[in-house]
């Protein structure tokens, strides 16, 4: 016949398998396995990339700029490339910082 595990060797089994778990899990100590790995989309390439970006729209919106201030039916549409102008500088600001930050941490 066969014999189920009472409420207490039940606690005792889960208790050794979640022992042996913990163990196994452990960080290595070593350095080398704890480099920290940098995703695609955060790397210099494409940083530098997306600077570039940033620069060309800058200079896209400080041209629909110039050309909502020269012209007085676009004067009420001055907004939209103001606008623009600060997203992208922004872009470029956060990307420099973040090189910057990685160049220093390196």
């Given amino acids: 016949m066969l014999k189920l595990p009472n409420q207490r060797e039940t606690e005792q089994i889960k208790n050794v398998k979640t022992e042996e778990i913990t163990e196994n899990m452990e960080l290595d100590k070593s350095d080398f396995f704890r480099r920290i790995i ?5 790397s210099y390439p494409v940083c530098w990339i997306l600077i570039l970006w940033a620069i060309s729209i800058l200079m896209f919106a400080l041209t629909g700029m110039q050309i909502a201030i020269t012209n007085e039916s676009l004067n009420d549409y001055i907004w939209f490339p103001a606008l623009l102008a600060v997203l992208a500088f922004m872009m470029f600001l956060s990307l420099v910082f973040r090189i910057i930050y990685r160049n220093i941490n390196r």
């Fill in 38 to 42: 940098i995703p695609w989309y955060d």
